[in-house]
């Protein structure tokens, strides 16, 4: 079975500063890796994703995240934060199947950031 | 180029009722999926169709819910009868096949707005 962790249902940071939305996972063998942010009332919107090479991933809006594998992490950052970050964010692993079976993402609970002046 | 369309955005029913949730996908995508969210948890996985079949439905909670997607189009959830613990979120995600060398589905999910479910 697979499954997210995010440790933090709430992360406060004030604006300008960096910003780190930890996410670990546990799936077997190599995973697939995404986060996704939620806007009040309205859908969950990609932000960025890990499928293979590079272990920093860059996406959307300035955001970037970390796969570490020995550490089954893949923490989300920003270097600046915005107060338009302020969102709910959900990392999310799909389980990476010789098969080629095992398609659907697994969530975490989120995490709320809120980003203040 | 529309995205993910679900309707109705809020629905309030009584337990016992029926209640049926509707999800348009993004033209051209065979993947589709439903995920629910009770207030507070995860975003938990419900089925998985490709065109009309059903690839993955493991995460259904039990025949009370009937989900079809007839002709590999738009997709209906429905839920008969609905009891309390249905209340929640619905998001309704659709995919391109773009798959890894593993054959594994590679590319991201767009999901529409979600249907709110409140049963009393």
């Known amino acids: 079975a697979q499954s997210v962790a995010q440790p933090e249902d709430q992360v406060n940071v004030a604006e300008g500063n960096p910003l780190t939305v930890k996410c670990t996972y546990s799936v077997s063998g190599n995973p697939y890796l995404f986060w996704y942010v939620q806007y009040p009332n309205r859908g969950l919107q990609f932000l960025l994703k890990?499928?293979?090479?590079?272990?920093l991933v860059k996406g959307s809006y300035g955001f970037e995240a970390e796969f570490n594998k020995s550490q089954t992490s893949f923490h989300l950052k920003k270097p600046s934060a915005l107060v338009s970050d302020s969102a709910l964010y959900f990392c999310?692993?799909?389980?990476?199947?010789?098969?080629?079976?095992?398609?659907?993402?697994?969530f975490g609970t989120g995490t709320q950031l809120k980003v203040e002046l | 180029e529309a995205g993910v369309t679900q309707f109705p955005s809020h629905s309030v029913i009584e337990k016992g009722q029926t209640v049926t949730l509707r999800c348009d996908p993004i033209?051209?995508?065979?993947?589709l999926y439903w995920y629910r969210r009770v207030m507070g948890k995860e975003i938990k996985f419900l089925l998985h169709?490709?065109?009309?079949?059903?690839?993955?439905e493991s995460g259904m909670p039990n025949n009370r819910f009937l989900a079809e997607r007839t002709g590999g189009t738009y997709s209906t959830l429905k839920v008969q009868p609905a009891e309390l613990e249905d209340s929640g979120v619905y998001f309704c995600?659709?995919?391109?096949?773009?798959?890894?060398?593993?054959?594994?589905?590679?590319?991201?999910?767009?999901f529409g707005e979600g249907s709110r479910l409140t049963v009393l």
């Open positions: 995600a659709s995919s391109q096949g773009d798959r890894g060398f593993l054959g594994q589905l590679t590319g991201e999910l767009f």
């Open positions: 033209s051209g995508h065979d993947n």
């Open positions: 169709f490709v065109k009309e079949s059903k690839q993955d």
């Open positions: 890990y499928i293979t090479g590079d272990n």
């Open positions: 999310a692993v799909r389980q990476r199947l010789p098969t080629g079976g095992g398609n659907k993402l697994t």
